[in-house]
């Protein structure tokens, strides 16, 4: 893989767009003037441009926008395991120059092991970053307890239907207290009543945890249910549109979807995706 | 199943019974079911067998056919009977012949494969010669080999594992190349080193594969061997069935080929074995192309 110390150099500064929704602390994750061009056979394709963004410790933030917006592609440099083309990404003032392991990501698959159980595949996670395994494994069964899996531990995978195999996933990312969750459209597979299962779950489990959320998802409910900002993106090449706050009390309910304040921001921002064109009524 | 559902939707026998009752005589019903399914999969194959030797025992006899063109089935399994010392000790022979031939392409097959995966500059080398290499018929080079090595166990193992080495070689590279990227971007993400991901996540993935190739290898080792005693043999099957040949023995012939037929068989499960204890819960096989190591 490609070392991101080239592109310091060509760094250039720009004044941080994020930072105007809360100037004082320093964000967490933070992207700045940050772009990524493919080669491909077509010529340079520029998937993600100009993209200025700070998201604070403990934020849920999401990202939404059209497929192809680069909105994965984000994501994976967030991780550190794709190098941006140009600008940078810092964690707490760190720049990322490798892949980061104090994080969990869960992708829209589950990406588990055929030949592991659910506890084996949650225990890889463990066995990688070499944790005590008796206390891992206590951690385990409390993870898959919190999603409604207890008793499946020892199923493999394709005894598994999607929405569970997808928790498992999410219990994988969360056996180690990472203090940074990324998620990549996780519940782009799943059914309508899984998917929504899934929502509250995740905001109890963040809810508890407090971790820094950074969700992908093209799903206009779900990023306004779970988070605090909400990133929409335009079609490629990705830039930031508008951020939108979402001032809704916590914990959200499902009740809530229906109240005016939710559908507001739901209307927001249709209207933005359809006056880019992403969304056309006729 | 459906069909059983269909009668009884038509005919209508069911009214007087509880849901409950319903439940138990469709559990029967389908217990029922499953044992003939199971005694099927055994039964028609082995009468099919049964009704062939039958056949062929009165057609044999009704039309009077020599016995050096057809023996009846009833001579074989005399022939066998009679010299089943000979036949073991033959049957053995090629035994140790492939064996040896196919652990020596394992031994080989795989690290290449390793190499062509790891490397690609390696991978730009090898594979076009491998490949153009396979052009080569190998009979055509056992003669070379008996010149070479002359007429002892080894020209025989060399065959067994030029023939057998090559799936092997593809199915494992194409194993180790064949998986999703989400999987090693995970093991990154975790801080897994590149030995631990290679030995945690990336062979145990390609397992399916090559036991794959492994499993079409053990069939062309024991073709391997056999075509290597037919060109210049002192001992084994392949020996036995030339000499029976030569001295228009076709009842041994048969013995010959029957005792191949059972080698190969077993030597087919053994492998198979081996893949049920590596790979305890199988899935969805990754199918070895060769399309997805060279592309």
């Known amino acids: ?145 919190s999603v409604g899996l207890r008793g499946f531990e020892h199923k493999f995978p394709d005894q598994l239907s999607g929405g569970m195999r997808q928790r498992v996933s999410i219990c994988r990312a969360l056996i180690h207290n990472p203090p940074q969750l990324l998620m990549d459209e996780p519940f782009g597979a799943l059914d309508a009543l899984t998917r929504d299962q899934l929502v509250l779950d995740i905001q109890r489990i963040w809810n508890e945890s407090r971790m820094t959320v950074l969700f992908i998802t093209h799903s206009v409910p779900e990023a306004v249910f779970l988070s605090d900002r909400v990133i929409v993106m335009t079609p490629r090449p990705g830039r930031i549109d508008e951020v939108i706050d979402i001032d809704l009390p916590r914990p959200r309910t499902l009740a809530m979807r229906e109240t005016p304040e939710f559908t507001g921001y739901n209307r927001q921002i249709l209207d933005l995706l359809l006056a880019r064109g992403v969304l056309r009524e006729r | 199943m459906a069909n059983a559902t269909g009668t009884s939707l038509r005919t209508d026998p069911d009214e007087h019974l509880s849901i409950e009752e319903v439940e138990a005589r469709e559990k029967v019903r389908r217990a029922r079911h499953q044992s003939h399914d199971r005694i099927a999969a055994v039964l028609y194959p ?94 055509a080079i056992a ?66 594969s090559i036991f794959a190739g492994l499993k079409i290898s053990i069939t062309l080792a024991v073709v391997g061997a056999v075509v290597g005693e037919f060109v210049g043999g002192e001992a084994g099957l392949g020996y036995m069935l030339m000499v029976a040949n030569g001295s228009m023995d076709t009842p041994l ?20 074995w081996a893949e049920h204890l590596a790979i305890p819960r199988r899935s969805t096989a990754a199918t070895a192309t060769l399309q997805s190591v060279t592309g």
């Open chain 1, 1 to 145: 893989m490609q070392r991101m110390n080239s592109v310091a150099t060509e760094l250039r500064t720009l004044p941080v767009e994020a930072s105007r929704s809360e100037p004082e602390e320093a964000p967490y994750l933070e992207f700045r003037d940050l772009s990524k061009i493919y080669a491909t056979d077509d010529g340079p394709v520029r998937a993600l441009d100009g993209i200025s963004i700070g998201q604070r410790k403990r934020e849920f933030l999401s990202i939404l926008g059209p497929s192809g917006c680069g909105k994965s592609t984000l994501l994976m440099i967030a991780a550190g395991l794709l190098p941006a083309s140009h600008g940078q990404v810092s964690v707490q003032g760190q720049r990322i120059g490798a892949p980061r392991t104090d994080v969990g990501i869960v992708f829209q698959n589950p990406v588990l092991l055929e030949w592991r159980t659910a506890l084996g595949n949650i225990m890889l996670q463990a066995e990688a970053r070499k944790l005590d395994r008796a206390a891992a494994e206590r951690r385990a069964y409390e993870l898959l307890d």
């Open chain 2, 46 to 139: 082995v009468a099919t067998m049964v009704g062939v030797i039958v056949l062929w025992e009165v057609g044999v006899r009704a039309f009077d056919v020599p016995s050096f063109l057809a023996p009846p089935p009833s001579q074989v399994v005399a022939t066998i009977i009679e010299h089943w010392q000979l036949v073991l000790r033959n049957t053995w022979v090629t035994t140790v012949e492939i064996m040896l031939g196919y652990l020596a392409s394992i031994v080989v097959g795989v690290p290449l494969a390793f190499g062509i995966f790891m490397w690609p500059a390696f991978s730009r080398t090898v594979l076009p010669l491998l490949i153009s290499s396979q052009a080569i018929p190998k009979v």
């Open chain 2, 143 to 208: 003669p070379l080999l008996l010149v070479w090595f002359g007429f002892g166990l080894l020209p025989k193992v060399l065959v067994a594992f030029l023939i057998a080495f090559f799936p092997i070689v593809i199915s494992t590279a194409a194993g180790l190349a064949s998986i999703e990227p989400e999987k090693i971007y995970l093991a990154r993400s975790m801080g897994l080193g590149a030995t631990a991901t290679f030995f945690k996540i990336r062979l145990p993935n390609a397992l399916p």
């Open chain 2, 253 to 272: 012939l048969f013995a010959g080929l029957i005792a191949l037929t059972i080698q190969g068989v077993a030597l087919y499960a053994l492998v198979e």
